[in-house]
């Protein structure tokens, strides 16, 4: 036995973990462990890539043999309880994570406001869930993304804290995904190909502190895609990002240039393009100066930040308007004129494509009997009628057998006038040289939830993610 030796070894296993080789620094902390058992540090550390690679009991086990070796080592009993609080939740066991939570010291440590944040969302507690998961991000902003283990070039995800809704993820260990406000960047990269990290925008020290490492980067992908809620979060990325010299997918300032209103008012200068006038509307005052615009009713509200359908109400008189902004307690929404877009046949089609490095790729065409329509409304109708799904297969397998090279072009002057690495597009056709655009932003995501009944739209998500992952690896090789 050599306690020098199983120092040397502990100090290498810190050494390969801190550069992601956590296979080699289990090997050496093991090594450590053969030559001295008593090792405190080694049994931690070993507990800390074991933790890191899912082995959750065997963390706890080596955390609880360094807490015997080394009882005055807070640190080390803080590990112990967060793993414990870990296995507790992948157990679905909230009251009990949260015992162990509240117990834990110091207060404010950021893995301890993490799961605080993942047992109070699966209890119920949204608000609270979103307090302790902000104040977490803000404290501990950079880190690798959880489900990444790719060796290639590092990209960077950026993220923001303001408006926090989120879903736990809990299969074989504790994360969760981020909902609305973003482009679900992990859904269409292959992150086995990639070094993935996360970065959460804040106004925090920490995120400055953050801010001095991203030279290192390969790429940086901007996921905040909605200025209406993430405004201040995209100004101070925008800030942050002045003077480093790295590919930027996404640039904040054109992506705060993507409110309904913004977009609505450029789009209406495309030729080609159709784009019923959206106006922020707060208050009476406001609903009195749209009204007298003369933009007419019915007319569409959305609140803020709305997507899917959410929240969206076709209302035909001014005092139902005037009811709804009341309801809304002074909340801002989003007004525009509805346009009636039936075809011929009676029925409602809104085709979606998304524009990544100018290429112009559909994914698909819902066709319903109602105006409101979302991926969802394909069930009502779609699903038993073989004529329109036939209608969706040729549109997504060859979109200019329905496009015209006049609805091309207009797509590709909504580009020009954006200025978006990636971005999608909902419309239907408005004539033969016209799109009646319903929004263009760069939160759009791709859905598979419906391949079961709809098979044939498996490949065209296949296509917009391989487009995706050229324009990733097109930014790096070109640096």
């Excluded at 080699?24 to 049994?43: G, M, S, V």
Aim: proline share 5%.
């Amino acid at each position: 036995m050599s306690i020098d030796q199983a120092k040397k070894l502990n100090s290498r296993g810190n050494a390969l973990a801190r550069e992601g080789y956590l296979d080699e620094a289990i090997t050496a902390y093991r090594q450590a462990l053969e030559q001295d058992p008593k090792h405190a540090l080694a049994h931690n550390n070993l507990a800390n890539a074991l933790k890191e690679q899912g082995q959750l009991q065997a963390s706890i086990d080596h955390y609880r043999r360094a807490a015997e070796l080394a009882p005055d080592r807070p640190e080390i009993q803080l590990n112990l309880g967060l793993a414990v609080a870990q296995l507790r939740l992948l157990d679905r066991d909230c009251d009990a994570a949260m015992a162990t939570l509240v117990a834990l010291k110091p207060a404010d440590h950021p893995e301890r406001r993490f799961y605080l944040a993942m047992a109070r969302k699966l209890a119920g507690d949204n608000k609270g869930a979103a307090d302790d998961l902000r104040e977490a991000l803000r404290r501990r902003p950079l880190y690798p993304h959880a489900t990444s283990a790719g060796s290639g070039p590092r990209v960077l995800l950026t993220y923001s804290t303001d408006r926090l809704d989120f879903e736990p993820m809990l299969d074989g260990g504790v994360s969760f995904e981020v909902r609305g406000g973003h482009f679900s960047a992990p859904a269409f990269l292959a992150r086995d190909r990639y070094r993935l990290h996360n970065l959460w925008v804040s106004d925090s020290r920490e995120f400055q502190e953050a801010v001095r490492h991203l030279a290192g980067f390969d790429v940086i992908v901007n996921t905040i895609a909605d200025p209406e809620i993430n405004a201040r979060a995209l100004g101070l990325l925008n800030d942050a990002l002045v003077d480093i010299d790295v590919p930027v997918i996404n640039r904040p300032q054109q992506v705060l240039d993507t409110t309904r209103q913004a977009i609505s008012h450029r789009l209406q200068e495309i030729p080609g393009v159709v784009s019923p006038r959206t106006q922020q509307v707060r208050g009476s005052a406001d609903l009195k100066a749209w009204a007298g615009t003369g933009l007419g009713l019915p007319a569409l509200v959305r609140p803020l930040g709305s997507s899917t359908g959410i929240g969206l109400e076709k209302i035909s008189s001014i005092p139902a308007l005037q009811d709804r902004i009341d309801r809304l307690g002074g909340r801002t929404i989003n007004l525009c004129p509805f346009v009636d877009f039936a075809s011929p046949d009676g029925l409602y089609r809104k085709y979606r494509v998304f524009v990544i490095d100018g290429n112009v790729l559909p994914e698909h065409c819902v066709i319903c009997d109602d105006w409101n329509v979302h991926s969802s409304s394909r069930m009502k109708l779609m699903r038993a009628s073989a004529t329109l799904r036939q209608e969706e297969q040729r549109f997504v397998q060859d979109p200019w057998t329905i496009l015209s090279e006049a609805h091309l072009e207009a797509i590709r002057r909504i580009h020009a006038s954006l200025g978006l690495d990636y971005f999608g597009i909902d419309f239907t056709i408005a004539s033969e040289r016209e799109l009646l655009v319903f929004e263009a932003n760069a939160g759009m995501r791709i859905n598979p939830d419906y391949l079961s009944d709809f098979p044939y739209l498996a490949a065209p998500i296949e296509q917009i993610k391989r487009a995706c992952n050229q324009m990733l690896l097109n930014r790096v090789t070109a640096r």
